[in-house]
């Protein structure tokens, strides 16, 4: 690998943490964009799709897009606002999402709400339908394309009664609650969403990198990568700064 | 990660940064499987940072 532009390699930084990292999805409020594999990001305003997934006993959890009907555990039933949870079971934002999404169930009985997993196997979806005391169903869409076009970013999905998404976010925060319980009283109210999301989005490919000014992980003195002035300078626990052309960067779960 | 250490390896010289954002709630186990992986890139200490809120999912 030969980098000498910084414009070109600072596009070449971003790229590549997208596509290590953090995946591309947009927020859903503006344009339709596309994602890293060029498929269609979903979007609000968008039918949202059926599907037809087992859960971790092998059952069915379905949504029909033509009458806008969901099914799951004995019951077929249509409702104002449908919340869609697409999850990993390893994913601490996730699990603090799936305990809300129960007490915004308890506040609003007239939601349907489903957790898809998006990654994981049934014995990691059943432990975390029990950890969490989960009072929806959890299907598993792992490995499917829907999974791969559905469920980049961990996102959840308030579906309004037309079938359309009305409210996408990606990510998890707990002042997120206060966002669904608006849209959710809007759509059983009958009215359009007042919000259709979060703010937060993913990186995309064209966008700055943020600079990261974090603890360095061993020992704990501050490190900085910094991309404010147009050029990537690292600098180190001991005060000196180096330049580079690109990077490659991740988040680690490990 | 392990896969990323050889592109350290390979590229640091010719002007490649890669970094790790560590995202663990045990950052002592966290240390433990950098140092078992023989990890000699930067490893950030994310874990409840800003920037973990708003870009570490997916």
Redesign the interface.
């Known amino acids: ?3 000498s532009s910084s414009g070109l ?1 600072l596009a070449l930084a971003n790229i590549i943490l997208l596509f ?4 591309c999805a947009p927020d859903g409020s503006s344009a339709r964009r596309t994602t890293t594999r060029g498929d269609k990001a979903p979007a609000p305003g968008d039918a949202f799709p059926s599907f037809a997934f087992p859960d971790d006993g092998g059952n069915l959890v379905s949504w029909a897009t033509e009458d806008r009907a969901f099914e799951a555990v004995n019951e077929r039933t249509q409702t104002p606002a449908f919340v869609v949870h697409v999850f990993q079971p390893d ?3 996730c699990r603090d999402e799936a305990a809300a999404l129960v007490s915004l169930l308890r506040e609003h009985p007239s939601l349907r709400v489903v957790g898809i997993a998006h990654r994981g196997d049934a014995a990691a979806v059943a432990a975390y339908e029990r950890d969490l005391d989960v009072s929806f169903p959890l299907a598993i869409a792992t490995g499917t394309d829907w999974a791969r076009t559905w469920g ?3 996102p959840t999905y308030i579906v309004d009664r037309r079938g359309r998404i009305a409210y996408m976010q ?4 707990p002042a997120d609650a206060l966002l669904w319980r608006s849209v959710a009283s809007d759509l059983e109210a009958g009215r359009p969403a007042s919000v259709s999301g979060s703010g ?1 989005r ?2 995309k490919v064209g966008d700055k990198l ?1 600079s ?1 000014d ?5 020992d ?1 003195r501050p ?1 900085r ?1 910094d991309s404010d002035s147009g050029r ?1 300078v ?1 600098r180190d626990t001991d005060g000196r700064e180096r ?12 | 990660m392990v896969h990323l250490q050889r592109f350290h390896e390979a590229y640091e010289r010719e002007g490649l940064f890669v970094y790790a954002i560590a995202v663990h709630e045990d950052r002592s186990e966290a240390i433990r499987l950098t140092n078992e992986m023989k990890i000699t890139y930067t490893v950030f200490d994310g874990t409840g940072s800003t920037l973990q809120k708003r870009y570490a999912y997916g």
């Open positions: 690998m030969h980098v390699a290590t990292c953090v995946g994913c601490g934002a980049r970013g961990d990606m990510g998890f925060e937060r993913m990186l943020p990261i974090l603890p360095d992980l061993a704990g490190l990568l990537l690292f330049p580079y052309s690109a990077s490659i960067g991740f988040f680690s779960r490990y």
